[in-house]
């Protein structure tokens, strides 16, 4: 047996084994980053989308304990208390909605509250987009099936928890590829 240890011992520090293992590690370290990548666009995607979710059921709440005979401008008082009240998804992760703008369904507007969302009525309408990530600002467009009145309604949202929910994503990955 002690014959053999220092043989073992060669093996371990000869020149190819280490730079075998440099490769190896190295190659793992490359998959694991290719992974991580749509790992953690997935990861906000799905952030985002709770977002998106609670905004709804927060609207549509709204809409339904509202009077049906209440006027626009009276309905958008009441969408103008929304923002200031943080909204809880995951864990630690809230979000605010700090403003949004209300329209008919033809493209008029009623009017806005809070910050001016850069989402247009006329660029959803037009490419189905109802998202747009702004640095921090989140805007969402609830369209008709998802709100069930003669309304449009953009929101604006404060996500800025959202990116020390991912960079905590990536340092959990990092260190079980570490370990």
């Given amino acids: 047996m002690s014959a053999r240890s220092p043989f073992f011992y060669k093996l371990q520090k ?4 280490s730079r075998i293992i440099f490769w190896i590690f190295a190659s793992i370290v ?26 709804v059921g927060k609207v549509y709440i709204t809409a339904r304990v509202t009077d049906r005979e209440m006027s626009d401008r009276a309905f958008l008082q009441e969408l103008s208390k929304l923002p200031g009240n943080s909204l809880h998804l995951i864990g630690k992760l809230e979000h605010k909605i700090v403003g949004g703008a209300l329209y ?6 009623i009017g806005t509250f809070g910050e001016k969302p850069e989402l247009r009525l006329s660029e959803v309408q037009q490419n189905y987009h109802t ?8 805007d969402v467009a609830l369209l008709d ?15 800025a928890a959202v990116k020390p929910e991912l960079q905590a994503f990536i340092f959990r990955i990092a260190g079980l590829v570490a370990i």
């Fill in 14 to 17: 000869s020149r190819l084994s």
């Fill in 30 to 55: 490359t998959i694991e980053t290719i992974i991580l990548i749509p790992s953690v666009l997935r990861r906000e995607r799905e952030f985002l989308s709770q977002i998106k979710e609670v905004s």
């Fill in 104 to 109: 008919y369904k033809n493209r008029t507007l």
């Fill in 131 to 138: 998202l747009l990530k702004t640095g921090n600002r989140y």
């Fill in 145 to 159: 099936e998802e709100l069930p009145d003669r309304y449009v309604i953009i929101l604006r949202h404060d996500i």
